[in-house]
T-cell receptor, first 114, second 113 residues
Framework: GAVVSQHPSRVICKSGTSVKIECRSL??????MFWYRQFPKQSLMLMAT?????????EQGVEKDKFLINHASLTLSTLTVTSAHPEDSSFYIC??????????FGQGTRLTVV | QKEVEQDPGPLSVPEGAIVSLNCTYS??????FMWYRQYSRKGPELLMY????GNKEDGRFTAQVDKSSKYISLFIRDSQPSDSATYLC?????????????FGQGTTLQVKP
């Protein structure tokens, strides 16, 4: 299957700082990437959809100024959590969709804000 | 009512058993159906991807879609302890690059040696 690489896998940061998470499609061009958040023992919650070269579309209730998404190329999307607070601690996962259908997920990033 | 319903389990079976995982949905616009496996603290791994109704087999895994009943299933034959994970169904109205995925809650499976 297609490979999506997400980095870092774990990050601990101080409250008030910003954290950038990268999502790369390694062997295919991803016209669309998705960013999810997952709480323990719960399913994935879609945060935003990013299309290469255009602004991301955020789901209701997701603060676009807090979760900045950039999709500058067909193989890279980034999520920046700005001014992180302990309540932002979560598991963040990206997925990339190619033209052949299906969506392939990265390994996830566990963010802990202290 | 949620768009996609999935029994969260947990489901515990002995090694070698046949496992049946199911999801129901309410949106008749869904055309693309997927099953993902997620190990603890890892991203979901795509197991099966099907379009519209029918069956698809891949090794020990068989996916079935019945659009008339709005019901999808994943069967795992000869289950192994390594199959212990959370299984998520997902569906969308468009292919991966146009359709937003709607996930089930996930079913936790434990296969006991």
């Amino acid at each position: 299957g297609a490979v999506v690489s997400q980095h870092p896998s774990r990050v601990i940061c101080k409250s008030g700082t910003s954290v950038k998470i990268e999502c790369r499609s390694l062997d295919f061009q991803a016209t669309t990437m998705f960013w999810y958040r997952q709480f323990p023992k719960q399913s994935l919650m879609l945060m935003a959809t990013s299309n290469e070269g255009s602004k991301a579309t955020y789901e209701q209730g997701v603060e676009k100024d807090k979760f900045l998404i950039n999709h500058a190329s067909l193989t890279l999307s980034t999520l920046t959590v700005t001014s992180a607070h302990p309540e932002d601690s979560s598991f963040y996962i990206c997925s990339a969709a190619g033209h052949n259908g299906g969506a392939f997920f990265g390994q996830g990033t566990r963010l802990t804000v202290v | 009512q949620k768009e996609v319903e999935q029994d969260p389990g947990p489901l515990s079976v002995p090694e070698g058993a046949i496992v049946s995982l199911n999801c129901t949905y309410s949106n008749s616009a869904f055309q693309y159906f997927m099953w993902y496996r997620q190990y603890s603290r890892k991203g979901p791994e795509l197991l099966m991807y099907t379009y519209s109704s029918g069956n698809k087999e891949d090794g020990r895994f068989t996916a079935q879609v019945d659009k008339s009943s709005k019901y999808i299933s994943l069967f795992i034959r000869d289950s192994q302890p390594s199959d212990s994970a959370t299984y998520l169904c997902a569906m969308s109205s468009g292919p991966g690059n146009t359709g937003k995925l709607i996930f089930g809650q996930g079913t936790t499976l434990q296969v006991k040696p």
